[in-house]
């Protein structure tokens, strides 16, 4: 089993729909979690960062955390096609000292 | 701006080759790390290094070193080049221990033929 797993896709909305991104995590040890996002031929880039349960709003993207579950998801409400890109999730576990990635999610918003 | 810098956007090299790619970073950041991206097989962490000199075995260290001479600077080596090694290598900083949120390079596609 993965330590990071999310649903590779691809996923599909229709511009202004909300796009539901989710991953699980393993490692019960994870303390903070990242959303990149990585257009095609591009780096990655950091898009949201939760540490805490609960939600976390910034601008038309909320990061979700539920550490009982373990699970992590990201909402991007009125989805533009400019958001299609593959998303990746990523857990650090502060003692190990690194971040692990799940293999992505990639998303099309059709106009 | 944080900016991260790859030498190279693209290499081709020949197997049996020594392989140098270079990452810079200039916003002073103590951590640097080293990935390669596969179709398929998502981020996978090579090397890592908490401060100068010194250096963490990642996942998939095999077949590769690390150098960190200077705070800013951190070196992949492939010690001999192999055609498995054909991949996108990204280098990433981040500002601590604490505050992981990684900052990446453009990333180097590498050829080994």
């Known amino acids: 089993q993965k330590e990071v797993e999310q649903n590779s896709g691809p996923l599909s909305v229709p511009e202004g729909a909300i796009a539901s991104l989710n991953c699980t995590y393993s490692?019960?040890?994870?303390?903070?979690f990242f959303w990149y996002r990585q257009y095609s031929g591009k780096s990655p880039e950091l898009i949201m960062f939760?540490?805490?349960?609960g939600d976390k709003e910034d601008g038309r993207f909320t990061a979700q955390l539920n550490k009982a579950s373990q699970y992590v998801s990201l909402l991007i409400r009125d989805s533009q096609p400019s958001d299609s890109a593959t998303y990746l999730c990523a857990g650090r576990n502060t003692n190990a000292g690194k971040s692990t990635f799940g293999d992505g999610t990639t998303l099309t918003v059709k106009p | 701006d944080v900016k991260v810098t790859q030498s190279s956007r693209y290499l081709v090299k020949r197997t049996g080759e020594k392989v140098f790619l270079e990452c810079v970073q200039d916003m002073d950041h103590e951590n640097m790390f080293w990935y390669r991206q596969d179709p398929g097989l998502g981020l996978r962490l090579i090397y890592f290094s908490y401060d100068v000199k010194m250096k963490e075995k990642g996942d998939i260290p095999e077949g590769y070193s690390v150098s960190r001479e200077k705070k800013e600077r951190f070196s992949l080596i492939l010690e001999s080049a192999s055609t498995n090694q054909t991949s996108m290598y990204l280098c990433?900083?981040?500002?601590?221990?604490?505050?992981?949120?990684?900052?990446f390079g453009s990333g180097t596609q590498l050829s080994v033929l």
């Open positions: 490692d019960r040890g994870s303390q903070s």
């Open positions: 990433a900083s981040s500002l601590d221990r604490v505050d992981e949120k990684l900052f």
């Open positions: 939760i540490y805490s349960n």
